[in-house]
């Protein structure tokens, strides 16, 4: 069983770049931090998936780098994936604890696809086998992804959730992030020096 975890970035996550940080530097330090615990998980394979040029240098030697347009659909960047199983993770979520991956991976035992919700609406994380559903357009910004997908569904329970996280979608969000947990290092030296 082949397991990727794949860490997706969009330009318009630099939005959320704090007063005095450039967003430039705030998008690739929460990417690199998210990829970083990905690259950290057992038995999955990091990849990179990014409409940013040049950002193929956060990553270790020998991972693979998706480019994408920036507005191109998740549905299309799951065919680009060659593994068993994958989960797509937001890249602005730079302290999303490893174990909410593992139960992403979990869950896809009982449902074809597993949704680790945002605050605020959204997801931070979507994972499926592969090839992906067929009836599934997910998109991680849908307000009420749980629920656009368990109606494109044949039956409710082909879609599964885990606990929640919070992505940093607005400067205010990265008051969010817990100086007490491991991890996000970029990020956490970038917010403290401003």
């Known amino acids: ?9 969009r330009q318009r996550m630099a ?3 704090p007063p005095g940080v450039d967003p ?40 693979e780098v998706i480019t994408i ?29 490893p174990l909410l991956v593992g139960k992403l991976f979990r869950e896809l035992g009982r449902a074809e696809i597993t949704i680790c919700p945002a605050e605020n609406g959204g997801a931070v994380a979507i994972a499926c086998a592969l090839p992906a559903p067929t009836w599934a357009d997910p998109d991680l910004d849908d307000a009420d992804i749980v629920a656009t997908l368990r109606a494109q569904a044949p039956g409710p329970r082909r879609v599964a959730t885990t606990p929640g996280w919070h992505r940093l979608r607005t400067h205010e969000d990265v008051e969010r992030l817990d100086p007490g947990l491991e991890g996000w290092e970029n990020t956490r030296a970038l917010v403290a020096a401003r």
């Open 15 to 17: 939005q959320a770049a």
């Open 69 to 97: 347009k920036d507005d191109e659909p998740l549905k299309i960047i799951l065919q680009r994936l060659n593994a068993d199983h994958a989960a797509v993770i937001s890249a602005d979520a730079p302290d999303l604890p």
């Open 1 to 9: 069983m082949t397991r990727i975890a794949a860490v997706l970035v």
């Open 24 to 63: 430039r530097e705030f998008l690739e330090a929460v990417a690199e931090d998210t990829y970083e615990m990905v690259a950290g998980l057992e038995l999955v394979t990091p990849v990179l998936i990014t409409s940013i040029p040049e950002l193929e240098e956060i990553v270790w030697p020998g991972t």
